[in-house]
């Protein structure tokens, strides 16, 4: 199943929301996750089952959709959001990631 | 508190066999559901799952990748090894582990080693 990624980079400011979408070549029910990666780190889990906020995650975080398009929302841009955002479906295997979005500072 | 730590070698040359290991604590791989993954990604590149292993010993594989990697677990010793053979400049990459925590319908990785960056240069 490929993930497709929109936009690959964006640039916004502090304060703005900021939406990333993610198409599936084929129908994953809501098996999406999506997580954040800094520069030099680990990527981190922020939503599961496309919707669900992984605990300690700030809710301005949040994710919907099913079938094969989904969307990660960030209500008000924070200075530490600014990183590269991976979905990933866990409908089926092989597992596979999106693209990733690159959110930078405008 | 749940923590993995990639280890291994940070070079190989072409043609070797890559053996990384995952030491993980603050969790059991004999739960039911519980799984650990490994996932690379090449320098400036996007993430690329390779394989993973389940609490009852299901193994899943990336099928580009099927015939030259395996995976085992130690619950004992609560270590994942994977294994990549005949290593080629293209699998440079940071390989990381992750741990699937089951349980939960559409889960992703949850918990992730920091990395290690394995380089294959002669």
């Known amino acids: 199943i490929q993930l497709t990624q929109s936009p690959s980079s964006l640039s916004a400011s502090v304060g703005d929301r900021v939406t990333i979408t993610c198409r599936a070549s084929?129908?994953?029910?809501?098996?999406l996750a999506w997580y954040q990666q800094k520069p030099g780190k680990a990527p981190q889990l922020l939503i599961y089952?496309?919707?669900t906020l992984q605990s300690g995650v700030p809710s301005r975080f949040s994710g919907s959709g099913s079938g094969t398009d989904f969307t990660l929302t960030i209500s008000s841009l924070q200075p530490e959001d600014f990183a590269t955002y991976y979905c990933?479906?866990?409908?089926?295997?092989?597992?596979?990631f999106g693209g990733g979005t690159k959110v930078e500072i405008k | 508190q749940i923590t993995l730590k990639e280890s291994g070698p940070t070079l190989v040359k072409p043609t070797q066999t890559l053996t990384l290991t995952c030491t993980f604590s603050g969790f059991s791989l004999s739960t039911s559901g519980v799984g650990v993954g490994w996932i690379r990604q090449p320098p400036g590149k996007a993430l690329e799952w390779l394989a993973l292993?389940?609490?009852?010993?299901?193994?899943r594989y990336s099928p580009s990748l099927k015939s030259r990697v395996s995976i085992t677990k130690d619950t004992s010793k609560k270590q994942v090894v994977l294994t990549m053979t005949d290593m080629d400049p293209v699998d440079t990459a940071t390989y990381y582990c992750?741990?699937?925590?089951?349980?939960?319908?559409?889960?992703?990785?949850?918990?992730w080693g920091q990395g290690t960056l394995v380089t294959v240069s002669s």
């Open positions: 292993i389940y609490w009852d010993d299901d193994k």
């Open positions: 992750a741990r699937r925590p089951g349980g939960f319908v559409g889960d992703g990785f949850d918990n």
């Open positions: 089952a496309a919707s």
């Open positions: 990933q479906q866990v409908n089926s295997y092989p597992l596979t």
């Open positions: 084929q129908v994953i029910s809501s098996y």
